[in-house]
Nanobody, 125 residues
């Protein structure tokens, strides 16, 4: 079955770091890449990062550039999101998703067909 499972969320102080993991089935992992999105209470879902199947292409949302880094280990069917210099505004539920509709840009949630259940990240001031 196609499944994506996030882990690594938690509570961290501003300026700290967390590393999120997204474990995916082979099918979900090998479509058109993996993206990370986040959603805070009262806000719309926001694009965070994307990595292509090979890992050669990556993209980041403007709000996280220079602070977050995405990577993948295909042997483990896992994508990572290293989050550094965390801010309270980074507080959200973080979702990984498998891209299945390449005619939608990488930052568009509608381009992703499979989603994990999310992991909570809370950054205290």
């Amino acid at each position: 079955q196609v499944q994506l499972v996030e882990s690594g969320g938690g509570l961290v102080q501003a300026g700290g770091s967390l590393r999120l993991s997204c474990a995916a089935s082979g099918r979900a992992f090998s479509t058109y890449g993996i993206g990370w999105f986040r959603q805070a209470p009262g806000k719309e879902r926001e694009f965070v990062s994307y990595i292509s199947v090979s890992g050669s292409n990556t993209y980041y949302g403007d709000s996280v550039k220079g602070r977050f880094a995405i990577s993948r280990d295909n042997a483990k069917n896992t994508v990572y999101l290293q989050m550094n210099s965390l801010k309270p505004d980074d507080t959200a539920v973080y979702y990984c998703a498998s891209r299945s509709r390449p005619w939608v840009g990488v930052s568009g949630p509608d381009g992703y067909g499979y989603w994990g259940q999310g992991t909570q990240v809370t950054v205290s001031s």
